[in-house]
């Protein structure tokens, strides 16, 4: 059973289009985060969602917006993508509460933009 | 806030020689510190952690890093790389504290000639 799993893995899309990339993971955490690697592979936490609740929400423009319709799921919707969009698009959990430590990361979704 | 800064951006070895991978980080609180590895076309995947204790930490696969306090310091080492070392690693800190995010320096891509 893949512990965080992401799909699609793979997207090729036009500028201007809308997307979606879902996340799901089956570990029980309460702690949901969303990373992108660009192309030079600089990964940049994007957003954290505790148990539904947004916690982190770093400098990203409007157009994306996460959604965690429960505290297994954090799916990220992108409006109007551009071309520095195109990215790999990391989801990871955690426990949360008085835990801190390692993040255990899906296998990624990369993004093409045209 | 954290920051993470790996200086080696790309080193390139043959198979037996050791290896060490700088990262230093900035923040003025107590921090957790890992490194990760992302094998070609994988996801991330912890090699080891550092949350307190003794300051040589030992990971999988004959990796281990040594926690330089004075120095904000966090260094890989391995005695003997193998060709299947090869791989980006990234160096990553959190700040102690509840629900925060690992924030990653930019990543050093290894490659080992056999």
């Known amino acids: 059973d893949t512990a965080v799993s992401q799909t699609p893995k793979y997207l090729v899309t036009q500028m201007g289009n809308d997307k979606s990339i879902k996340c799901e993971q089956n570990l029980g955490h309460d702690t949901m985060y969303w990373y992108k690697q660009d192309s030079k592979k600089f990964l940049k936490i994007m957003f954290s969602?505790?148990?539904?609740?947004?916690?982190i929400n770093e400098t990203v423009p409007n157009r994306f917006s996460p959604k965690s319709p429960d505290k297994a799921h954090l799916n990220l919707h992108i409006n109007s993508l551009e071309l520095g969009d195109s990215a790999v698009y990391f989801c990871a959990s955690s426990p949360s509460g008085a835990y801190t430590g390692e993040l255990f990361f899906g296998e990624g979704s990369r993004l093409t933009v045209l | 806030a954290q920051s993470v800064s790996q200086h080696n951006h790309h080193v390139i070895l043959s198979e037996a020689a050791s290896l060490e991978l700088g990262c230093n980080y900035s923040?003025?609180?107590?921090?957790?510190l890992f490194w990760y590895v992302q094998y070609p076309g994988q996801h991330l995947q912890l090699l080891l952690k550092?949350?307190?204790?003794?300051?040589l930490v030992k990971g999988i696969k004959g990796f281990e890093a040594e926690f330089i306090k004075s120095k904000f310091s966090f260094n890989l080492r391995k005695p003997s790389v193998q060709w299947s070392d090869t791989a980006e690693y990234f160096c990553a800190v959190q700040a102690n504290q509840a629900g925060t995010a690992l924030i990653f320096g930019k990543g050093t891509t290894l490659s080992v000639s056999s």
């Open positions: 969602y505790n148990n539904k609740e947004l916690i």
């Open positions: 923040y003025g609180g107590t921090v957790n």
């Open positions: 550092y949350f307190s204790g003794d300051p």
